[in-house]
């Protein structure tokens, strides 16, 4: 296979050596070539496929305002199912718990929150039944603009700040107070100080 040249004891592939590696390369290279296709296909159907009902997005700042994990998953939630054009869904608490493993109560108390925290809005619905009956629907769901819980998130960190600022003060006052004022002597039974 290999055969020395003579000249300085240098080893050369025979032609036969280097025209199978060289085919052996190429069937490489169109292997490859093959697969890029397959996997830009794949790519590009999967481009096709995806419209904006298979997909949403996820404000960054929701992970910047304090929300625990299960609000975060409900307001992901939300999101995932609202209405593009008007922001508004109406699922149940039991959709809700039922999509996020979470019980209904848990659920309630979480979106709740996330309306104290001026994610979303709520409002009731009324039903009819078949014979006319007004009940209680599920809640209808509206996404309020990021911005608004963002600026509700630093008014609350602000009010809670000055709170604290104003304990502070408050505990250092009484502190320097209880340093001026002399100590008081026991008072006795008979109206004078004891050990007089």
């Keep these: 296979m290999r055969k020395e040249d003579g000249c300085g004891g240098l080893l050369n592939l025979c032609r036969s050596d280097y025209a199978a590696l060289r085919g052996g390369a190429q069937r490489e290279i169109r292997s490859v070539e093959m697969k890029r296709k397959v996997v ?3 790519v590009s159907t999967v481009a096709q496929t995806r419209s904006p009902q298979n997909y949403f997005l996820v404000p960054n700042e929701v992970f910047h305002i304090g929300l625990s994990h299960p609000e975060i998953s409900i307001y992901c939630y939300l999101l995932s199912i609202e ?3 008007t922001y508004q869904c109406w699922p149940s608490y039991k959709t809700i718990g039922k999509a996020l493993g979470m019980c209904e109560n848990t ?3 979480y979106v709740r929150s996330l309306e104290e925290k001026d994610l979303i809005r709520t409002e009731p619905t009324m039903i ?6 007004p009940l209680n629907g599920n809640l209808l769901y509206t996404i309020r603009p990021i911005q608004a819980a963002v600026e509700s998130f630093y008014e609350r960190q602000f009010r809670q700040l000055e709170e604290d600022t104003a304990r502070q003060r408050a505990a250092e006052r009484l502190a320097e107070s209880a340093h001026r004022s002399p100590p008081e002597r026991p008072v006795c039974a008979f109206g ?3 050990g007089e």
Excluded at 128 to 133: I, L
């Design 40 to 42: 830009q296909n794949e």
């Design 107 to 109: 659920v309630s108390k």
């Design 192 to 194: 004078r100080g004891c």
């Design 83 to 85: 209405n593009r054009e």
């Design 128 to 133: 009819r039944s078949k014979d006319g009956r």
